[in-house]
């Protein structure tokens, strides 16, 4: 088991040089304030108003995903991430994961997976770059939109060379 807290993880918490990052949390399941633990200096801010740096998200549901994904995306920094939590799974079997507010409480039973993330989100231009373990029962994947699609980010393409 890994020593480095999960806030660290998450990236909610920086370098001391770095500024204060602001984060929210959408669907958390009920305790989860205390897995995140100490979160620094890091703004926890308890809805979706721009700007955001992080957004750590909890599905079970590739429907309610793709339903939120809009909302979640759209309050972010160019640079900014959202953490997708989903249950994990132990050979096909019940997580023993229980999802919070905004979702139904119980087992969960979902149809989500790393595969199925990267299969929905990459062709809307967003890539995972990173995986974490949030606990036992549920893992996470960050996704940031690619940088030639940020908004005030250069198109990543050479120039064309002149002809002499």
Do not use: C
Request: charge should be positive.
């Amino acid at each position: 088991m890994s020593t480095v807290a999960l806030a660290k993880k998450l990236d909610i918490i920086g370098d001391a040089a770095e500024a204060e990052r602001v984060f929210t949390v959408f669907g958390a399941p009920d305790g989860f304030q205390s897995v995140l633990g100490d979160h620094g200096a890091a703004v926890w801010q308890h809805s979706l108003l721009a700007p955001l740096d992080v957004v750590i998200a909890f599905f079970s549901s590739r429907a309610a995903l793709l339903s939120a994904w809009p909302r979640l995306t759209a309050p972010l920094v160019p640079a900014g991430a959202v953490w997708v939590a989903f249950p994990r799974r132990s050979d096909g079997e019940r997580t023993g994961a229980t999802v919070g507010a905004g979702s139904t409480t119980g087992t969960v039973i979902g149809d989500l997976t790393g595969d199925v993330l990267r299969a929905t989100l990459l062709r809307s231009g967003w890539v995972d770059d990173k995986m974490v373990s949030i606990d036992a029962h549920w893992s996470a994947m960050r996704f940031m939109l690619r940088k030639e699609l940020r908004p005030g980010e250069r198109s990543g393409k050479r120039p064309r060379d002149r002809r002499r």
